[in-house]
Each structure stands twice: as C-alpha cells, then as structure tokens.
C-alpha cells in the first residue's frame, strides 16, 4: 500500500468554525508533511512531523493547529481561519527526515474553502 | 539554500522526447536534485533523484551537467498524461536535527499536444 489518503476531499467552513483535515499512511513512513499550495503556486511547506515530534514549523498562524496521535496518522486543526487561507492542503509522508532518499508520497489533498 | 530556475512553460509533441531543464547554479556538494510533476488537481509525484551522476529510472532520466549547475530531466516518449507541472527541487535542510524537506520552486508547466 502505497497511498496517503486524506480527508474530506472538500471543505467549506465558516470563519467561526473549527475543522479538521485528516491524513493516514500505512507504509510504515516515520515523517509527514503538511503543505498549502495556493492556486497557480507551488506547494509550501507548513509542517514536518518526524517520529510523532514537531520538527519543522514555518512560521504558521497558530490558527492552524497540527497533531500526530501515532505514526500513521496526521491532523491538521483549523479554528478561526481567514477567507485568503482558503487553498488546497496536501498532505505527504516518507520513510523519515534524514538520508540521501527521502521521496515524499503525497495525497490528493483537501480543497478548502473559508467563507 | 539553493535556488532553481525553470523555464515557466514548455510544449511537447505526443510521442518526443520531453528535455526539461532547471538551474541550480548554488548547489552545493551534498545536495540532492528531485524531479516531482503535479497533474491537475492532483498531489506532487515522485519522479527522480540524483547528486552527481545520470540516473535512469521508469518514469524518466535526469542528466546533470559535471559542475552540477544545471540538470535536464528527460521524458522520452511524452504522452498527454504527462501533462503536467514538473518541478526542480534541490533539497534543502531545515536546523541542525530537523532533517530535509522540499522547498518548491515555482516549476515547469509542460503541456503535451497531440
């Protein structure tokens, strides 16, 4: 099994609202990943989970909030979001942070939509 | 960190060979180049990697120049699946023990013809 998936495919939220983007590998991967990609704009990194540790946080809003309750699985919290956070999130994993290999397995990612 | 340089679109004949160049003349000696592509709508695919010599692999080959400033990533028979961003990323380590991640550039947008 070689897939990420990720849900719900669609979101659309409130400004009030809080949600949750779910992610889930079983490939036995020790690293994941949250990117935002913007229309037309390549994907930027937001987070890097390693070993079920927050390892890499670019500087994102504390409106996002991420959660790795065991290797397999990654959340993405979202409370009080703005209309321009608006994007599709993608979600990744590999076998860890560190080596020469290190290919990232995307999902489809989740199409968010903040009214 | 390194940065690339990608031409922001290219055409493609069905059937050719797709020559896909990137600049990366600030690499340094122990960094990687990744090749993914992004179909509409869909998640970043892997597609290859190299440090200093040519690789080969089903998808593609990625030829890179000696002084490994530059590379090419070549798809030899293009088909109107491979429509699609392809992007060049040098990896780029983040702190002392955080690891690698993948900072992407703004890519190529590669469109097949029939």
């Known amino acids: 099994d070689t897939e990420v998936t990720q849900t719900p495919k669609h979101l659309v939220m409130g400004m009030t609202n809080k949600k949750s983007l779910k992610c889930e590998q079983h490939?036995?991967?020790?690293?994941m990943y949250w990117y935002k990609q913007k229309a037309k704009k390549p994907p930027e990194l937001m987070f890097v989970?390693?070993?079920?540790?927050?390892?890499i946080n670019e500087s994102v809003p504390s409106r996002f909030s991420p959660e790795c309750p065991n290797s397999s699985l990654l959340n993405l919290h979202l409370h009080a979001l703005q209309p321009e956070d608006s994007a599709l999130y993608l979600c990744?994993?590999?076998?860890?942070?560190?080596?020469?290999?290190?290919?990232?397995?995307f999902g489809p990612g989740t199409r968010l939509t903040v009214l | 960190d390194a940065k690339t340089t990608q031409p922001t679109s290219m055409d493609c004949a069905e059937g050719r060979a797709a020559n896909l160049p990137c600049n990366h003349s600030t690499i340094s000696g122990n960094e990687y180049v990744y090749w993914y592509r992004q179909i509409h709508s869909q998640g970043p695919q892997y597609i290859i990697h190299g440090l200093k010599n040519n690789e080969t692999n089903e998808m593609a080959s990625l030829i890179i120049t000696e002084d490994r400033k530059s590379s090419t990533l070549i798809l030899p028979h293009a088909t109107l699946r491979d429509t699609a961003v392809y992007y060049c990323?040098?990896?780029?380590?983040?702190?002392?023990?955080?690891?690698?991640?993948?900072?992407f550039g703004k890519g190529t947008s590669l469109l097949v013809t029939p």
């Open positions: 990744a994993s590999s076998q860890d942070t560190s080596g020469s290999y290190n290919e990232q397995f």
């Open positions: 989970y390693s070993y079920e540790k927050l390892s």
């Open positions: 990323i040098v990896r780029v380590t983040w702190g002392s023990n955080s690891g690698y991640a993948l900072n």
């Open positions: 490939m036995g991967h020790r690293a």
